[in-house]
T-cell receptor
Framework: AQKITQTQPGMFVQEKEAVTLDCTYDTSDPSYGLFWYKQPSSGEMIFLIYQGSYDQQNATEGRYSLNFQKARKSANLVISASQLGDSAMYFC??????????????FGSGTRLQVQP | DTGVSQNPRHKITKRGQNVTFRCDPI?????LYWYRQTLGQGPEFLTY????????KSRLLSDRFSAERPKGSFSTLEIQRTEQGDSAMYLC??????????????????FGPGTRLTVL
């Protein structure tokens, strides 16, 4: 089973509108972290926001917020007041475990967001 | 610039040739990761180092791939006898080692700009 699922290959949003990018995850580890990265056409992965599995509140970072629904295993990214510069690929990722072991991120397949003027 | 740097940014090679990429992590980061990203997909983990020790290798890392981090600073990724299927973006990331007393956020990974490999 895929650990990170992003079901929206592409999304369009009007400038200044809000948009939600979906992400569901699968893990049996009680301790994990969920990340969202932005990848513009230049290729560099830019960290946007993080949610820990034990966090009680949804994470927010400026115009980005994470709608974390633990029981549903979803971690959707909400971008408010979209800007043209938000057009990019967006990846949801997870890191599992608190103890020893791999610390690498597992990524979803991404959602391409296009902001229209 | 104190971010993660990768060289070269682009590499075009013929099938069967060897290539080597370099990654310079953020100076105080002791963990270094290599990922591969093919077109239209998210990055996939290849291997990671803590200091100079290579602690895990993905099954994606075939015998033709080797990675080193000899002094615990920069790292190299070599691909021998390249194949067309090796064409991808190779991303490097670095982080501080995880502290189990700290939230996982503490171990945020910072990515470099990547090396795009094209095998003809």
């Amino acid at each position: 089973a895929q650990k990170i699922t992003q079901t929206q290959p592409g999304m369009f949003v009007q400038e200044k509108e809000a948009v939600t990018l979906d992400c569901t995850y699968d893990t049996s580890d009680p301790s994990y972290g969920l990340f969202w990265y932005k990848q513009p056409s230049s290729g560099e992965m830019i960290f946007l926001i993080y949610q820990g599995s034990y966090d009680q509140q949804n994470a927010t970072e400026g115009r980005y917020s994470l709608n974390f629904q633990k029981a549903r295993k979803s971690a959707n990214l909400v971008i408010s007041a979209s800007q043209l510069g938000d057009s990019a690929m967006y990846f949801c990722a997870m890191r599992e475990g608190q103890g020893a072991g791999r610390r690498a991120l597992t990524f979803g397949s991404g959602t391409r967001l296009q902001v229209q003027p | 610039d104190t971010g993660v740097s990768q060289n070269p940014r682009h590499k075009i090679t013929k099938r069967g040739q060897n290539v080597t990429f370099r990654c310079d992590p953020i100076s105080e980061h002791n963990r270094l990761y290599w990922y591969r990203q093919t077109l239209g997909q998210g990055p996939e983990f290849l291997t990671y180092f803590q200091n100079e020790a290579q602690l895990e290798k993905s099954r994606l890392l075939s015998d033709r791939f080797s990675a080193e981090r000899p002094k615990g600073s920069f790292s190299t990724l070599e691909i021998q006898r390249t194949e067309q299927g090796d064409s991808a973006m190779y991303l490097c990331a670095s982080s501080l080692a995880h502290n189990p007393d700290r939230d996982l956020r503490f171990n945020e990974q910072f990515f470099g700009p990547g090396t795009r490999l094209t095998v003809l």
